[in-house]
């Protein structure tokens, strides 16, 4: 009997299981779709020189922990459920069923949703997996080929997880209904939300960025007394005496407010200007460092960010907060508007939900811009990794030493890496460009320079130089007998480059003086191993001048007629670091990089950034909209009843539904629009502090691209939330 009332229950509460269907199908697919590529029968065709062991272990364990914050999303859903059919179990209950029945049947009801959407999202998780799998084929450069794969393991790893949250969570929602009495299900749906004065949310973020603020105004004393200098700049004055006067502000204003007694409203209006002017001088204390080399570790810097994020938090709170005064202020202020049409309904309508939610949509706001820097950041971060490890592994060896911890020049390194070629020998691996090279030092009394940072530029002679741009498809250059050219890394600035040359446009060495050559530099890539420690740039000398110089480096670069493998890649690895080790007795530091290796797991691991930093932001967007759309729907019996007044009073049915527009906008826009406007505050600090690698590696129109596809994902996910709201809200109204 039992099992027929469950069945008929669900069958007849379809509708108003929706939301918690769709929201369920939403969360498997994207578990099934992107945990597929973990699956022990995923095999896709990437070629011998990629080991795909360490993606696949590496996506699920990415998976798994980013899955976790799907519990809430489930236990959210389900409370929204088990409110809506409060008065049903009441009902239940006087006609004689026991809670605990009741609370078994609701179980198993919630239960049989849950395998209809796990059911239906796998499904569309097939579908999806192809765009992931599509991403990484794209990743190693294969061409990609639609499978309709069902992967056993994955499913079973999905339906396992869904189907323990559904109990734990089932359990739970039994206890609760046991637990509740009779009267309060029957008037569950009267219930509102506590009143604002009863919550101390703001109370205590005022009092934690209060001290937040005296340790900030410390500190900016700390760093005038220790390194401020009146010769600094003048936006490098601004923010030194910014960093003191702004927290002092901060804190007199609210010292102000204490002694006058004001209102909450005028002493959070004031910090909330405040923080805006915090962060603006936190914010320029990374980027005026790294232009003015100003001496700050990187835990200073590291310190002002967490300030920086302190004030952005507090601004989003506070302005949330005084969302709801600055309604009634504008209401207060413009009689056109209060009186126009039904205004005065609609207005009662937003601030009332305000005034009780406003720690709610806070969160979801705090909870959208991370969601939104993940989804901008990961291709920014990507695209800077894949472009750095171009520059990495141009060769197909690169074998490179350093004498930093050297103290005789008799330990310098001579060998040609021998064991290289008697390697390729015994396993038949043919070489197209094989290149041995010295690099020197211009003059040799700068053999015992270790001050970092300020290590002597290195040279190298022009026929090594032209043989390794003739390796990677360069053209040669010419010198004249005194001349010389730099070389520089693609991460070195134009500001920079400009600089040095101005400044060394002779170098004196131990073979004679040199005078800049007309083509004073070049700037092509050429790899990270061929510039000393700590510098950008590279001399080339003629190969008479070099002579009579000091070589202090070997290296050895090599490209191969096909791609090594990755067994024979790390078995060369293995072997070399046993002859030459990373830290040799003499203080040689060698290394050896195989682009086999490093194209692996730079892939594997950009892969599994990118796609986890996606994954989570997919996940956190739908909780955060699930809860913003539930919100309202939770709240349909109380709109229902006071759009019926309005019907009764006589107002048209197009004006409800715009009224019922106006106020899903505001509801959805309020955090989305905050959310937006300091999530593009921070990801334009975060590009503007990365500038010179996302010039050297992505590149604007790449990035630019990426960033117009990002927004075109986060627009369709709004609006489907948004619609699939609108149209949910305004049946539960008009029913």
């Not at 999303?73 to 088990?82: A, D, G, K, S």
């Not at 004055?237 to 204490?258: E, K, R, V």
């Not at 090594?464 to 050219?485: P, T």
């Amino acid at each position: 009997m039992y099992a027929k009332l469950v069945f008929r229950n669900a069958k007849r509460s379809v509708k108003d299981y929706l939301v918690y269907i769709v929201t369920m199908t939403i969360c498997v697919t994207l578990f099934y779709a992107f945990l597929s590529i973990s699956s022990s029968y995923y095999n896709p065709d990437i070629g011998s020189e990629y080991d795909f062991t360490l993606l696949s272990d590496g996506m699920k364990a990415a998976i798994c922990m980013i899955t976790l914050l799907l519990l809430f999303l489930i236990r959210f859903v389900n409370h929204y459920m088990l409110r809506q059919k409060q008065k049903e179990f009441a009902i239940q209950s006087i006609m004689g069923m026991e809670q605990k029945t009741i609370g078994r049947i609701f179980f198993a009801e919630t239960l049989i949703m849950g395998m209809i959407s796990i059911l239906i999202g796998i499904f569309f998780g097939v579908f999806c997996s192809q765009f992931i799998t599509a991403m990484l084929l794209t990743a190693y450069g294969k061409p990609y080929e639609i499978s309709w794969n069902l992967f056993p393991d994955t499913v079973l790893w999905t339906v396992a997880f869904f189907a323990f949250s559904f109990l734990v969570v089932g359990i739970f929602n039994t206890h609760i209904i046991q637990k509740t009495k009779i009267i309060t299900m029957l008037s569950a749906e009267k219930e509102n939300e506590p009143e604002l004065k009863k919550s101390r949310w703001i109370s205590v973020a005022v009092i934690l960025f209060e001290l937040i603020t005296v340790w900030a105004f410390i500190t900016g004393i700390q760093k005038v007394w220790f390194y401020y200098d009146s010769r600094f700049v003048l936006p490098v004055q601004l923010m030194y005496w910014g960093n003191i006067l702004f927290p002092l502000l901060t804190l007199l204003w609210s010292a102000f407010c204490l002694i006058k007694k004001g209102k909450k409203n005028m002493l959070i209006t004031g910090l909330l200007i405040c923080s805006v002017l915090n962060a603006f001088t936190a914010a320029s204390v990374a980027a005026l460092t790294n232009k003015y080399y100003l001496p700050l570790g990187a835990g200073m810097l590291n310190q002002y960010l967490l300030f920086l994020l302190i004030d952005l938090l507090f601004f989003i709170g506070a302005l949330i907060y005084l969302a709801s005064s600055f309604i009634v202020a504008w209401k207060e202020k413009s009689p056109e508007h209060r009186y126009h049409e039904e205004a005065l309904f609609f207005f009662g309508q937003i601030t009332s939900k305000l005034n009780t939610t406003s720690k709610t949509m806070t969160l979801i706001c705090i909870t959208l811009v991370l969601a939104i820097f993940l989804f901008i950041a990961a291709p920014i971060l990507v695209g800077w990794a894949s472009g750095y490890l171009d520059i990495r592994s141009m060769y197909d060896v690169q074998v490179f030493s350093r004498y930093n911890d050297v103290y005789e020049e008799k330990n310098l390194p001579q060998d040609n890496y021998e064991i290289i070629t008697d390697f390729f020998a015994a396993h038949e691996i043919e070489t197209v460009y094989d290149c041995t090279f010295n690099l020197y030092l211009p003059k040799k009394t700068d053999f015992h320079n270790r001050i970092k940072y300020d290590f002597p530029v290195v040279a190298i002679s022009l026929s090594d130089y032209n043989a390794i741009r003739k390796m990677l498809g360069y053209e040669q250059i010419s010198l004249g007998e005194n001349e010389f050219v730099t070389q520089w890394k693609t991460i070195a600035t134009g500001e920079e480059r400009n600089s040095f040359i101005a400044e060394h446009t002779s170098v004196v060495t131990d073979g004679g003086t040199l005078n800049i050559s007309e083509q004073s530099y070049s700037e092509e890539a050429m790899g990270e191993s061929l510039y000393n420690s700590y510098t950008d740039v590279l001399y080339v000398f003629p190969d008479k001048i070099c002579e009579e110089l000091l070589p202090v480096m070997r290296n050895r670069y090599i490209t191969t007629t096909k791609n090594i493998t990755y067994e024979n890649a790390r078995e060369l690895g293995r072997l070399f670091t046993a002859k030459y080790p990373e830290q040799a007795e003499s203080g040689v530091a060698y290394g050896v990089r195989f682009s086999t290796l490093q194209t692996n797991s730079a892939i594997a691991n950009n892969f599994i950034l990118q796609t986890g930093m996606i994954y989570g932001a997919v996940v956190l967007m739908v909780i955060c909209l699930t809860v913003l759309s539930l919100q309202q729907l939770l709240d349909a019996g109380q709109y229902k009843y006071r759009f019926s007044v309005l019907r009764k009073l006589g107002v048209e049915e197009h004006h409800i539904n715009k009224l019922i527009l106006k106020q899903l906008s505001v509801w959805f826009g309020l955090p989305i629009i905050v959310a937006i406007i300091v999530a593009a505050v921070v990801i334009g600090y975060f590009i503007q502090t990365i500038s010179a690698e996302i010039s050297a590696y992505i590149g604007l129109t790449a990035l630019m691209l990426q960033i117009g596809a990002t927004v075109g994902i986060l627009v369709i996910l709004l609006l489907c939330y948004f619609i699939s709201t609108w149209v949910i809200f305004k049946r539960s109204v008009n029913s």
